[in-house]
């Protein structure tokens, strides 16, 4: 039986410290390199030409699956709560699950299919990383509010609230803003068309995506309370069929 209590709590620290480490690695990249201008990109046009798209790829990936790890012990620290008080429904912590590893597929698909190579594909992943990222907030934030005190305290689910308000306040202009702008490309100038509804949807992504980190370090606390046991047990079918070539 292998126990993770020890560092359970710094799970949600390690996503948050790669995840912005992977933002900001690649637009120092791509800004030293010229292949973005440096005032507020799209965070997936810094991780697009090589080598700083390697180094997204690379990063994102990995934030992808700390982010699906981190929202599966969130949904087993809940469901083990509401098996001893019932406080929220379990379809909900499960909808919440569900939307959190959706967010993290969509992270891994803008990480792996570049805009310049199937843009239709990249940008469908980024909506699903944006959007049920931001249902997976509201999720969350509601069943905080359901389970005070127990699982958090009210300055946890105050904060949680706030971010998950931010986050749908600037997620429908960033949707918006990004189709007005009209057109797609890395290096913008003051003077292009659509370049203020550039800078506001490019502004609002950046904004999302660290509400998303913010959101995860408010699990530190309780995950500091809880211990995780991974148990592995030998099938009796297969026991047999190990010993008996042993014995005879």
Not at 43 to 64: H, K, Q, R, Y
Not at 171 to 191: L, N, Q, R, T
Not at 200 to 215: D, G, K, L, P
Request: proline share 5%; charged share 15%; net charge neutral.
């Amino acid at each position: 039986m292998c126990c993770l209590k020890p560092v359970l709590h710094i799970l949600p620290i390690f996503l948050v410290i790669w995840s912005c480490a992977g933002f900001i690695i690649t637009f120092i990249i791509a800004v030293e390199r010229r292949d973005v201008v440096p005032f507020i990109p799209f965070i997936s046009d810094t991780g697009t030409t090589p080598p700083e798209s390697c180094v997204f790829g690379l990063m994102i990936n990995i934030s992808a699956f700390l982010g699906a790890f981190t929202i599966y012990v969130r949904y087993k620290i809940l469901q083990t709560l509401n098996e001893a008080n019932p406080l929220v429904k379990s379809c909900i912590n499960w909808l919440a699950f569900l939307c959190g590893l959706l967010a993290c597929l969509g992270m891994c698909i803008v990480a792996n299919f570049q805009e310049t190579a199937l843009r239709v594909v990249h940008d469908i992943g980024a909506l699903l990383a944006f959007g049920m990222g931001t249902v997976y907030l509201i999720f969350q934030a509601v069943i905080s509010f359901k389970m005070l005190p127990l699982c958090n305290d009210r300055w946890a689910f105050g904060f949680r609230a706030f971010i998950a308000a931010l986050s749908i306040i600037v997620f429908f202009p960033m949707i918006a803003c990004y189709f007005v702008s009209g057109e797609s490309k890395f290096k913008w100038d003051p003077m292009d068309k659509g370049y203020s509804s550039h800078v506001t949807s490019a502004f609002c992504e950046w904004i999302v995506a660290f509400c998303f980190n913010f959101f995860f370090l408010t699990y530190i606390k309780e995950f500091q309370k809880f211990t995780l046991r991974i148990k592995t047990e030998l099938h009796p079918d297969f026991q047999n069929d190990v010993l008996t070539p042993i014995l005879s």
